[in-house]
Structures are given as structure tokens and as C-alpha cells.
């Protein structure tokens, strides 16, 4: 599968944006679909992630009620709504695919991940 990331941009602190991670290729309910993030100088860190039916998902804490998930299967292509912008959310965001993630798998570290999109710049800033 081929992941593509957009929606990204320069936001103010409090204001929303949604990303988009579109999949190309076998369909998405054969893969855990996630948002990890990189800020500067730090390391990838886990975002959310959909169960590979979709119908469960999982935050990390930092974004709980505040980021949600949702997909349209029909256009393969699964999204990220972010609200209440903080400044330590800026990152570059990527969106990646297992096909090795089961429900009952935490599924929150990088090699859980086969598949990765290219990544979109989100800058939180007043």
C-alpha cells in the first residue's frame, strides 16, 4: 500500500486542521492505519491508530479529546481532526499501514509499522 499525507499547514494556537492520509493500493481494512508525529530534535512518537476494521481507535494521551480519527473506506483515505492547536503540536506528521497489528496489540512503536506516508508539516504558532 502507498500512503500520501496532506492537510498540514502554519496555524495559530487553538484554531483546527484536519489531515488527510490517502491509500493507494489493497484496501484499508487489511491494515491498522496510524498518525505518528516528529517534532524537531525529537523522536517519532505514536498519534492514534484505527483497529484494522475501524472500528476502534486509540490515542495517545497528549492528543486524547482533542484529535480524532475517522476514514471513508469508499475513497481509501482516512483523517486526522485536530482542534485546539497547541504550539507542542507542531511536527511533521506521517501516516503509516500494518498488516501485522492485531486489536489486542498496543501497536504504538515504529516497527509495528510497514508502510509509511511522506509526512506533513503542522506548525502551531502565534
Known amino acids: 500500500v502507498q500512503l500520501q499525507a496532506s492537510g498540514g499547514g502554519l496555524v495559530q494556537p487553538g484554531d483546527s486542521l484536519r489531515l488527510s492520509c490517502a491509500a493507494s493500493?489493497?484496501?484499508?481494512?487489511?491494515?491498522?492505519m496510524a498518525w505518528f508525529r516528529q517534532a524537531p530534535g525529537k523522536e517519532r512518537e505514536f498519534v492514534a491508530r484505527?483497529?484494522?476494521?475501524?472500528?476502534?481507535?486509540t490515542y495517545a494521551d497528549s492528543v486524547t479529546g482533542r484529535f480524532a480519527l475517522s476514514r471513508d473506506n469508499a475513497k481509501k483515505t482516512v483523517y486526522l481532526q485536530m482542534n485546539g492547536l497547541k504550539p507542542e503540536d507542531t511536527a511533521v506528521y506521517y501516516c503509516?499501514?500494518?498488516?501485522?497489528?492485531?486489536?489486542?496489540?498496543?501497536?504504538?512503536?515504529?516497527?509495528?509499522?510497514?508502510?509509511w506516508g511522506q509526512g506533513t508539516q503542522v506548525t502551531v504558532s502565534s
Open positions: 484505527f483497529s484494522r476494521s475501524g472500528s476502534y481507535t
Open positions: 493500493g489493497r484496501s484499508m481494512s487489511l491494515y491498522t
Open positions: 503509516a499501514a500494518s498488516g501485522r497489528c492485531i486489536l489486542s496489540s498496543p501497536c504504538r512503536s515504529l516497527p509495528d509499522y510497514d508502510y
